[in-house]
Structure formats: C-alpha cells, structure tokens
C-alpha cells in the first residue's frame, strides 16, 4: 500500500490546526484519491490506486508536493501505511521505502508517537529514548503497566494491526473559509490568501468532475472600522466556459481585485462555488498535441474582459430563432453560453442566408408591384415565410412594443447590387410595400 501523510503547521499557540484547516486541505485532497482521512494534524492519503492515472508515483509526488506548500503543508511522509506515514512526517523523513520500515520507525524518538505521551516519564527512566527501545520492551510487562492503546498504535505503526479511517466525504458545495495572519489593507495583497481557496475549489470540482463558471470571493472588515466601510465585501466572476484550471482562475481573480478598492482592512475571507456544471473530460493521447499547447483564445478573452470590463468585449452567439435579425445576440465574454438557445450546427436552414444584414431594412421603391433597388429586382427564391416574435417584448412602459413579425422573405437578384435578401410584409396596409434586410457577399 502507499500512503501519504500531510502535516499541517499548528495554530496560534501551539494549538492544533483547527478544524477548517484540515477540512481544506482534505477536501483539496480529495481529487487525488476518494480514500482520505484525517488524523489530529495530519491529513492522510491512500494513493496506491491513483498513482498511476497521475503519471506515476513520481509525478504524483512532485504534484502534491508543489499544491500542497500552497496549501501550507510543512511536511509530507510515504510510508506502507498511515501511521507510520504520520510519524515519519513529524520526524521530517520524507520517503518510507528507502530502507524496511522496522529500521526507519526504530530509530524515530519516542515522543513522535501520541500513545506515548502519558507514559513518556516512566518510559524515559526505562531508559526508553525510540520507537525501537519500546517496541523491545517485554509485551506482557506493557500490557499490565501501560495502558492498551500504547501496544495498538505501535502495532498499528509496524503493519502488525490492521487500520481503521473514517473517510472525508466530499461536500455538495463549496463554500470555504481563510483566516489571513494579519490585516490587509489594499485588495490585490488578498491575492495570496484568495489562491489557496482557489487551489481548495479546484480540487473540489476535480474531484466531482466538475467546472465552475462563476465563483465568489467574499471578504469581511476587520472589527476596528469605521461605520460606513460596512461589514465586508465580495466580487463575483464569471468565466465563459466552465472551467476549473488554477492558474487562469487566479489570473482573472487578480484582474478584478487590481480594481477593488477595499473600504476597511480585511481579516478573513470566503470563497463560494456560485455556479458548477459538469465538465467533459478529454482523453490523454500517448502524443503531445500542439493545439493545446499554449493559451486558448477563449483564456484570453475572458482575461481582456476582466481587465476592460465586461462590457467592452463582446461575442456573437447563435439563436434559436427564425427572425432575421434576431438569429444573433452579442454577448460579454464572461458570460456562458446559454444552451438552450444555441442554435445546433447540423440544423439545415431552409433559404440561403445573406452575408450581411442592415440594422434597419430599408424599404424599397415599385414599380407595377416589383420592386426596385438600383434597377428592377428578379425574383429567384421564395417566398420562406417566417412568423413569430409576439413573446418578445421590446422596450419598457406602457408603449412597448413587441418583436411580432409576419414576413415573407425572397432571394433577388439586382443587376449592380447583386443577390439580395427582400421580404414584403404579410398581412400590412400596403400589400406592395417590400424591404431590403440583406446582402449576399
């Protein structure tokens, strides 16, 4: 088996790490393995079934290795299992495997074992300095001196007794908490603190093989304020396309807190996954593929947007819709797309659809009822009637009108202007009245 122990440093005091510290941590974990547990300030790690999906016990190591400094771990430990993984981080010896673990564990100091520290007074004037000078005491003389959980943790320590974890279980949401070790009084300084949360909530949505597009990051002003900076703050962004990459969260995070302007100093902070969706998992190739290499357009964009302002970058996004005019919406960038109005690609449309459209159509002369635009217009496809649009409410008030239309459209060809897009009006006062809406290019 392959075990890894996560040590956490101890809190103000010397005080354990608290309980939502290592509920952070083990929850990041839990991307890498379904089985973790904690254990007073350790979080443990069985990862013999998962070395292999990340590259290799190596890779593996590296990985947590890096995450985990960001995390504040300040010792990690691989042994055969998870005691024995636990005592070897507090002793500060990273790899269980390089020698049998008998000879490792003997020569720990004593004190690295909990189940010694009421009886580590009477052991030291034993004579008892390590593991191994307990571990060769007489069983029975032990057993009716000490107590039993003296003999089981160091069974359980030496592979002679099997062990039992109660196992963290993933939460619904994530909703995560950071107290900051001192008061920060300008937004881009939470940046720090904001990374590790993100570096929670990635491994949150990694382990439900899931994407966020939306996240909050809350912050609360620390008690000595004034009466108008308020309790706190918070900021949502939103990204395109769901996602759970670190880095480019952290860079969008960075782009919205370089325009915060914090009110008060902050003392702790919140990050909330508002929005998640499943996420699609592509398949590894045995070969690099250089398309991936690098930065998406779509990374880019969301960054200008958070950098600009949502407003000023905008996308076209096919609809559902058999309006001209309305088959395309422009949309920020940040926003997802909405699904259940994209327009499928394998949808035939039945007329040609011009190239370019006019912002407003632009009626057309007649003459004997044809219609004129640089020359008399022939009529070569139609007419694709379209109706509808009565839902679609533009405007505010009480003279609001609606998007209704009832048209009947025609491919024309103009002998300068080439092939256009004309409708007539169904159903309108003056039955001849036609319109140019757009343009073949």
Not at 92 to 107: H, M, S, T, V, W
Not at 346 to 354: R, S
Not at 401 to 415: C, I, N, P
């Amino acid at each position: 088996m392959l075990w890894a122990a996560l040590l956490l440093p101890p809190g103000p005091d010397g005080a354990p790490p608290s309980d939502e510290a290592l509920r952070g941590v083990a929850t990041w974990a839990l991307q890498f393995t379904p089985r973790v547990a904690t254990s007073e300030e350790a979080v443990l790690l069985e990862l013999e079934a998962s070395a292999r999906l990340f590259g290799g016990k190596r890779a593996l190591r590296d990985r947590i290795l890096q995450e985990g400094a960001d995390q504040g771990v300040i010792a990690l430990a691989w042994a055969t299992n998870s005691l024995a993984a636990h005592l070897l981080a507090r002793a500060g010896i990273e790899n269980g495997f390089k020698r049998p673990l008998e000879e490792l564990l003997d020569a720990l100091p004593m004190r690295v074992l909990t189940a010694v520290a009421p009886h580590e007074g009477i052991l030291s004037r034993l004579g008892c300095r390590t593991l191994g000078d307990v571990r060769w005491l007489p069983r029975g003389g032990v057993s009716r001196r000490f107590d039993k959980l003296l003999l089981g943790a160091l069974d359980r320590a030496y592979g002679l007794q099997p062990e039992a974890h109660v196992w963290v279980e993933l939460p619904e949401t994530f909703d995560a908490r950071l107290e900051l070790m001192s008061r920060v009084e300008m937004a881009p300084a939470l940046l720090f603190g904001a990374r590790r949360l993100l570096l929670q909530m990635c491994g949150w949505l990694a382990a439900r093989h899931s994407g966020t597009t939306a996240f909050t990051l809350k912050w609360a002003h620390d008690v000595m304020r004034s009466k108008e900076a308020g309790q706190g703050g918070e900021i949502t962004i939103r990204t395109a396309e769901p996602s759970r990459n670190l880095e480019h969260l952290c860079r969008l995070r960075a782009e919205h807190l370089a325009k915060t302007e914090l009110k008060a100093p902050v003392g702790e902070l919140w990050l909330d996954a508002t929005e998640v969706v499943s996420l699609d998992e592509k398949s590894a190739s045995l070969l690099p593929d250089e398309a991936q290499q690098g930065e998406s357009l779509q990374l880019v964009l969301e960054r200008i947007a958070a950098r600009l302002g949502p407003d000023r970058v905008l996308r076209p996004v096919l609809t559902e819709d058999h309006r001209l005019e309305w088959m395309q919406m422009w949309q920020p960038v940040p926003m997802p797309l909405p699904r259940k109005t994209a327009r499928k690609a394998a949808e035939p449309l039945a007329m040609p659809q011009p190239t370019w459209v006019l912002p407003t159509p632009l009626k057309l002369a007649t003459r004997g009822h044809r219609p004129l635009y640089q020359g008399v217009l022939h009529l070569l496809t139609g007419p694709h009637r379209v109706e509808g649009g009565w839902w679609h409410r533009l405007g505010e008030g009480c003279d609001a009108t609606t998007g209704h239309v009832q048209r009947d459209y025609w491919v024309a060809l103009s002998e300068h202007a080439g092939v256009l897009w004309i409708y007539q009006e169904r159903l309108a006062s003056e039955e001849t009245a036609w319109y140019l809406h757009g343009v073949f290019a």
